[in-house]
């Protein structure tokens, strides 16, 4: 059964710094990583998705990285700003189809 | 227009009443999800369209009943739901096929109070 883990549960940075969020998962047979965003009370807004042939994904100030035989993905984000304040989640697609299974989220609060 | 709409943003019900959510997309993906999200825990898969046909139920409760009756629309209609069953349904979409590429857009969800 696939688990997704993301270390760290919550991070707080002040403005300008460069950070590492980080995702793990237990099977490697996926389709593909994505990483979301959501703002308290909201939905999820995709940033970025990495197919399973891929190592890597940039946009804008994001950088996602997938290393899927030992089952890790990073995001990147450089020049934080407190905009950038909310819950991010890495979320995998098995093979097999349709079964997008995600991290509990890492809580982002970037201090002005 | 990468939208998925949902209605309504708020709904708040009794345990004996029947109510619906609906979700709305015109991307023409064919495969459209229904996710519950509780506070501070990830969202979970509920149940999968594919082609308007039910793909996955992943154990829901029957007081819980999709239905899909268009390539657009997706509906979760509940009835006798338990307080326990408060939290926030997100909706779903992507494209079928065209895998491993396959973006997820989700709607801005329906926060569900049952009292």
């Known amino acids: 059964k696939q688990e997704v883990t993301q270390i760290p549960a919550a991070l707080s940075v002040p403005e300008g710094e460069n950070l590492v969020l980080n995702c793990s998962f237990t099977d490697s047979a996926i389709y593909n990583l994505q990483w979301f965003r959501q703002d308290p009370g909201k939905g999820l807004t995709s940033l970025l998705l990495?197919?399973?042939?891929?190592r890597e994904q940039t946009s804008g100030r994001l950088n996602a990285s997938l290393d899927k035989s030992s089952g890790r993905s990073t995001l990147y984000i450089a020049a934080s700003q407190p905009g950038d304040s909310a819950t991010y989640l890495c979320?995998?697609?098995?093979?097999?189809?349709?079964?997008?299974?995600f991290g509990a989220g890492t809580r982002l609060f970037v201090k002005a | 227009d990468t939208e998925v709409t949902q209605t309504p943003k708020h709904l708040v019900m009794g345990m004996t009443n029947k109510k619906s959510l609906k979700c709305e997309q015109h991307?023409?993906?064919?495969?459209m999800y229904w996710y519950k999200q509780k506070a501070k825990k990830p969202p979970e898969l509920m149940f999968v369209y594919s082609y308007e046909k039910l793909s996955i139920n992943e154990s829901v409760p029957s007081r819980f009943s999709p239905e899909c009756p268009n390539s657009s629309l997706l509906n979760l209609h509940l009835h006798a739901l338990q307080p326990e069953d408060s939290a926030l349904y997100l909706c779903?979409?992507?494209?079928?096929?065209?895998?491993?590429?396959?973006?997820?857009?989700f709607g801005e969800g329906s926060w569900l109070t049952v009292v």
């Open positions: 779903a979409s992507s494209q079928v096929g065209a895998k491993p590429g396959n973006t997820i857009y």
């Open positions: 991307m023409g993906h064919r495969a």
């Open positions: 979320a995998v697609e098995n093979t097999g189809g349709f079964k997008t299974i």
């Open positions: 990495i197919q399973s042939s891929q």
